[in-house]
């Protein structure tokens, strides 16, 4: 029989063993999705006459793929994580497992951020059955981050016929959507719009949710 040998840690290791007790010392938990809210971004209400600098005050209407949440309007933050919508839905062959492929056209690096905390233990997305895939051969779902940048169009056109049918392409922030402050959305058309200057990972894991469970 082998024996157990003692396994030198390092500083570095006894840092990862504190985080881990602090963890459970604090109890984290997994976030709930339906008691999910912050201000910002979150569904706008209300009426403004300011000069929207991406116009999505027109008129009267709040148009939420231009917002930028950028606060200085006088519509309220209602805190509801609806920030999406969904143009069609997810097959059903994807409810049991969806690989999600991402592409940077051109951010900030703030949608990524978010995006990424989805596969954390905080919002632990594989609970709802959602992964990452790490090429676009493997993946169901291409998600577009950032503003159209020439560079990167062939990259997302190539990343796009390289993932096999059927296949969902979500938009994911107001630069993929609309272009934001800066410029245009990354493509034409989506099948998920998620608003959000970043979105947030809650209303990402939701529309993806609801999207697979639209008939
Ligand atoms: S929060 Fe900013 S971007 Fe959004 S509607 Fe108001 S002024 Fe426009
Ligand atoms: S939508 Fe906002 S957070 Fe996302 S890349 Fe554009 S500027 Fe950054």
């Given at each position: 029989?082998?024996?157990?040998?003692h396994?030198?840690?390092?500083?570095?290791?006894?840092?990862?063993?504190?985080?881990?007790?602090?963890?459970?010392?604090?109890?984290?938990?997994?976030?709930?999705?339906?008691?999910?809210?912050?201000?910002?971004?979150?569904?706008?209400?209300?009426?403004?006459?300011?000069?929207?600098?991406?116009e999505?005050?027109?008129?009267?209407?709040?148009?939420?793929?231009?917002?930028?949440?950028?606060?200085?309007c006088?519509?309220?933050?209602?805190g509801?994580?609806?920030?999406?919508?969904?143009?069609?839905?997810?097959?059903?062959?994807?409810?049991?497992?969806?690989?999600?492929?991402?592409?940077?056209?051109?951010?900030?690096?703030?949608?990524?951020?978010?995006?990424?905390?989805?596969?954390?233990?905080?919002?632990d997305?594989?609970?709802?059955?959602?992964?990452?895939?790490?090429?676009?051969?493997?993946?169901?779902?291409?998600?577009?981050?950032?503003?159209?940048?020439?560079?990167?169009?062939?990259?997302?056109?190539e990343?796009?016929?390289?993932?096999?049918?059927p296949?969902?392409?979500?938009?994911?922030?107001?630069c993929?959507?609309?272009?934001?402050?800066?410029?245009?959305?990354?493509?034409?058309?989506?099948?998920?719009?998620?608003?959000?200057?970043?979105?947030?990972?809650?209303?990402?894991?939701?529309?993806?949710?609801?999207?697979?469970?639209?008939?």
């Open positions: 029989m082998g024996e157990l040998r396994l030198d840690i390092g500083t570095g290791g006894e840092v990862s063993v504190n985080w881990f007790i602090n963890g459970i010392r604090k109890r984290i938990q997994t976030e709930k999705l339906d008691q999910y809210r912050v201000m910002y971004p979150s569904v706008l209400e209300g009426m403004s006459d300011y000069n929207c600098p991406t999505a005050l027109r008129d009267g209407k709040w148009d939420m793929d231009k917002c930028i949440f950028c606060r200085q006088d519509l309220d933050p209602t509801n994580q609806d920030t999406y919508s969904v143009e069609k839905a997810i097959p059903n062959i994807f409810k049991k497992s969806l690989y999600l492929y991402p592409v940077d056209s051109g951010t900030c690096g703030a949608c990524n951020v978010e995006f990424t905390t989805l596969f954390s233990p905080q919002y997305s594989s609970r709802f059955k959602i992964f990452m895939a790490n090429t676009p051969r493997h993946a169901d779902a291409l998600v577009v981050m950032g503003v159209h940048t020439e560079g990167m169009e062939r990259v997302l056109q990343a796009y016929d390289a993932m096999p049918e296949k969902v392409v979500i938009g994911l922030g107001a993929a959507l609309s272009g934001g402050i800066i410029g245009r959305g990354a493509m034409e058309k989506y099948d998920i719009h998620i608003a959000g200057c970043p979105p947030t990972p809650a209303a990402i894991l939701k529309a993806i949710i609801e999207a697979r469970d639209k008939k």
